[in-house]
């Protein structure tokens, strides 16, 4: 058929549709006519894609195969209409109720007579909307932070939107799919609407900051609301949250929104965050010079512990206009309930299964298993810590502000005392060669292990005796406070962050340096340091309690 054939007037003359997954079935539908549903790839479709509508009350017959399409196609079509007549009511009744002939009839009506016949349909609620952004769903403290708080949120009172860029990585696809499902996502594609100079204006902006004397900042303003309608459209959130902290380009989305109330994270220390190097390079000074100077758009300006709000308050309170009352802290929400579970998860592989028979050492454990699409058994597990040595292990990124260099040097002098000490790091990024590179200048490859991400670091941790986290600087420590939920003895440094967090219990807080690090890591050799105990719901009340009060 020629493409300029309107596809209705087509749909009129055929006694029977043949289709796939096209919504041109709903076109048909009102003529009550067969409609065979040829799926030769259903289950293909289900994996990789997705259905809108429940396979099993299609308004027609569904066949997968060429043959059954056949032999269908010459059935009495009267018998079919009956044995498809509940299907086809239903379907008609929910979808196309207004396909009764008189759409035109009623769009001139409504729209040039004043006629208030239509059915206005209205999607508002009660509820407060609260729009976030959340760093770009990264393996990484903010993304579990984040995903926490989605747990606890009271979705009675609240609607939350999530949004975020459309770009999708594995990683990042992964993450999300942990967000509780009572959240909604938006996704900002394209790009901004704006002429020649307003991207001149832009480019300033995003190299001089807000505070650039070439800026004209109405102009800024205006294109910024509108790339914020563009991507949000008639929702009118109550509370914009810019939970990541560290993207630009986001920042002034929200900061310059005609939302009622305006919330930016402080995820970390930030100024030592804008004086980090990786490569010799600074990781985020571009950025955060801009948003620096954009905090003072901000209602609240949120960090993640106490004392990273007194650090903070002290570094940036000159961006921020009241900083005493726009200033504070909320800790960042834990799932105690799914750590405590993930630790138990593990399964030793001798334990009779033939599908584990290539195994025989019960020294292995199972985090998950799974047949691939080839029916090959795929396992993800470890090898698990030996229980005659003394295990210490760190988890974060492998990032400078985490400081493993100095961890490997204390720790290269405990073995030298104590041959049955043994090292697990657990993490990847942009440091990873140079870590490596440090292992071996050291000569500590039997001794420190690198395992890289574990997406159930809980059931490792619990194998192991004792957690340290060396930081130069932290929001807050959340691997920390897992730590101690698992029931660990743990060590921190006597920095910003981790001092909020190890208050109050039995952790050790150590100098940061190598030797202070090193005294740590001897005084657990010793029996100088217990486990904690960490009540983490009642930690999570006064989390989600302080969320609703300052956030909100």
């Known amino acids: 058929m020629p493409n300029w054939i309107e596809t209705n007037e087509l749909l009129a003359t055929v006694s029977l549709l043949i289709t796939d997954y096209s919504s041109i079935f709903f076109d048909f539908l009102p003529l009550k006519r067969p409609i065979y549903f040829y799926m030769p790839d259903a289950k293909e479709y289900a994996r990789d894609r997705g259905f809108y509508l429940d396979l099993g009350t299609l308004p027609g017959r569904l066949v997968e195969t060429k043959q059954e399409l056949l032999e269908t196609l010459v059935e009495d079509k009267k018998k079919y209409l009956n044995d498809y007549q509940v299907q086809i009511n239903d379907y008609i009744e929910k979808f196309c109720y207004l396909d009764d002939g008189y759409a035109t009839s009623r769009v001139i009506k409504n729209i040039f007579n004043n006629n208030n016949e239509a059915e206005i349909l209205s999607y508002k609620s009660n509820k407060q909307l609260l729009l976030f952004y959340c760093g770009g769903f990264y393996n990484n403290g903010i993304t579990n ?42 996704y900002l594609f394209g790009r901004m609407n704006r002429t020649v100079y307003d991207s001149i204006q832009q480019n300033i902006f995003f190299r001089q900051s807000y505070n650039s004397k070439y800026l004209n900042k109405k102009k800024l303003q205006n294109n910024f609301k509108l790339e914020f309608q563009r991507a949000v459209g008639n929702l009118k959130p109550d509370t914009v949250i810019d939970f990541g902290g560290y993207n630009k380009f986001f920042t002034a989305l929200f900061g310059f929104s005609n939302v ?36 003072q758009l901000f209602d609240k300006v ?72 080839f029916g090959v058994l795929e396992l993800k597990g470890f090898r698990k810590p030996a229980k005659q040595n003394k295990n210490f292990v760190t988890v974060g990124r492998l990032s400078p502000e985490k400081n493993h260099v ?26 990873r060669k140079e870590i490596q590179n440090k292992i071996e200048i050291l000569d500590l490859n039997e001794k420190v292990i690198m395992m890289g991400h574990i997406e159930n670091p ?50 050790y807080l150590a100098k940061e340096s190598v030797e202070g690090i090193h005294d740590a890591l001897l005084a657990f050799v010793n029996g100088e340091i217990s486990p904690s105990y960490f009540d983490y719901e009642r930690y999570n009340d006064e989390a989600i309690a302080a969320f609703y009060k300052n956030v909100i």
């Not at 109330?261 to 990781?283: F, H, N, P, R, T």
């Not at 929400?333 to 290539?358: F, H, Q, R, T, W």
């Not at 290269?412 to 942009?430: M, R, V």
Request: with cysteine.
């Open 458 to 507: 809980s059931l490792f941790l619990k194998e192991c005796d004792c957690f340290i986290l060396p930081s130069t600087h932290e929001g807050q420590g959340l691997s920390l406070i897992e730590a101690m939920i698992i029931g660990l003895p743990v060590i921190g440094t006597d920095v910003p962050g981790i001092k909020s967090v190890l208050a109050g219990s039995n952790g």
């Open 406 to 431: 100095k961890l490997l040097e204390a720790f290269k002098q405990l073995s030298q005392e104590n041959s049955d000490c043994y090292l697990y790091i657990i993490g990847d990024g942009p440091l």
């Open 302 to 373: 949120i960090s993640v512990s106490e004392s990273a709000n007194e650090e903070n308050k002290k570094d940036l309170s000159v961006y921020v206009d009241n900083p005493d009352e726009k200033m504070t802290f909320v800790n960042n929400c834990i799932n105690g309930e799914d750590i405590v579970e993930k630790a138990e998860l593990g399964k030793l592989l001798n334990k009779g299964n033939p599908l584990y028979s290539m195994y025989t050492d019960e020294n292995y454990a199972v985090y998950q298993e799974t047949i691939n699409e």
């Open 260 to 295: 009622e109330k305006k919330v930016i994270y402080l995820q970390s220390i930030m100024m030592g965050e804008y004086d980090k190097k990786i490569g010799g390079k600074y990781k985020h000074r571009w950025n955060l010079k801009i948003t620096f100077s954009l905090y």
């Open 145 to 186: 932070s984040v995903i926490n708080l989605t747990e606890k949120i009271d979705y009675e009172k609240y609607d939350v939107i999530f949004i975020d860029l459309d770009r999708m990585t594995k990683e990042k696809n992964d993450n999300i799919a942990r967000v509780d499902s009572r959240v909604h996502f938006i």
